[in-house]
């Protein structure tokens, strides 16, 4: 199938998204969110499903091409910022006195307006479409590029002038034809790249001409036709008014003309910015380094994405399986895991991941996958016990906060004959306490457990404060403990220490 490159496709996993490449192979159609590892610059990048190497789709494709919105280069001088603008440095000089101040006021009008008119080009080739603002005509530095665009007039007549020395008639000819066919090349090299030099160099101009290709030579159809219409309609005016109106109306259409063209050009950069090296996301990856970590990471996203799209769970399954061997811990991997072999119901899959499952879910505190998961544990293993008591205080305590009492009390039953001389015992049975106490309203099975903490861990930091809960716990008040202390290890005792049962 021939992909027309002025052609939108869509992502086929992302409808919406604008695809980049194209697999010639699988046929399908891919988004920068499919191909976060592929080269744009260098348009490179391989098929995530066969392998082989993707065609780069047009990088226009995205923007509608600036012969379908001829329309709206139109209306652009009559928006409110250009309009003033224009109205300004055209009708002001007509108003002034004709001294030594009046010439000066409007030399400054005009550069104002053709520094606003380059600001017009630079501003759209970044594809912002809205005119720059008032202001920017008249602040801020950059009326330096007026004076170089007159110094690039002045070198192209020196270069005329040169080859008919050298050359004769012909050689003038041709060198004329190549200058009025490349000025607006020249105007743009000039905007983008500030340089005279730039603006002159036949080799940078015909290379630019070069990758646009033949839409350079559809818009400057465009321009001679622009600046026909303008001339026939400024002369007319001049000829059948009188000058009082026919002067400030030739002149405002002159410079709304301007801004057009001026207009159109920053478009055709937009459009083609990729082309000409102006694209920024581009250069900006370039500069990366394409097999960096972060790359690979969202290299298996995108993967990840795309199988689950194609329903080709085993698939992702074992990209998960690969990615934790080597990252083990990785919690957005097992994050991944977990919804997937949930989405599968994958229970002995489950199973068989589950101390690294109940330790991520347990780190992200979320007490409904928690839950699920024990479920389905339950469901393969009903005789099931956590082996880590670490682990199993930090779960219990997480579904204790979320309300879930039964449950909590289920993962510590017979803790102290599980771990007899575990340091999580202290935690472990405070937390049977306040469950029992705070969830249950069980207060003299909550007193016995702090009695065997008081009796068992005389050891634990916990144990100093033994004496208020068991008060707390006598006098049948929530179990809170003493008020606010942080200085317990880990974040599941530091909320046992202040435990708010909320
Ligand atoms: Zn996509
Ligand atoms: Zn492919």
Redesign the pocket.
Known sequence: MATDPTVKHD????PG?T?KWHCDACQVD??????PDADSRKRRGNCPLCGSSLRYLAANAEVTPFWQRVPAFFRYPLKRDPLLVVAICTLVPLLLQPNLLGLIVTVVLILALFKYTYAVINHTARGKLEPPTLATAFTGDGFGIVFMQLAVFIMMAVILTTAGMLGGLFLVLLTAAFLVLALPASVILLAMERSITAAINPLKLAALMSRIGWPYFVMYAYLILLSLASGVVQDFTLRHFDPLISQPVAGFLNSAFMLIVFHMLGYLIYQYRQELGYDEDSSDDAAEDHHSPRDRSKRID?DI??YLKNGEYSRVFSILKEALRKDPHNPARLQQMYRLLTAMDDSLELYRHHPRLLAMLSQERDARGLQTLLTVIYREEPLFRLDDPTLTVRCAEVLYQAGEFKSALKLLQDFHKRFPDSDQLAPGYLLVAQVLANGFAQWDKAVSFLTFVQRRCQQHPLHKDIDIWLEQARNQQPLKGPKARFEAVDRGETRLATGNPS
């Open positions: 992502c086929h996993y992302h998204d695809a891919l988004c920068p969110r499919c191909m995108a994405d795309i």
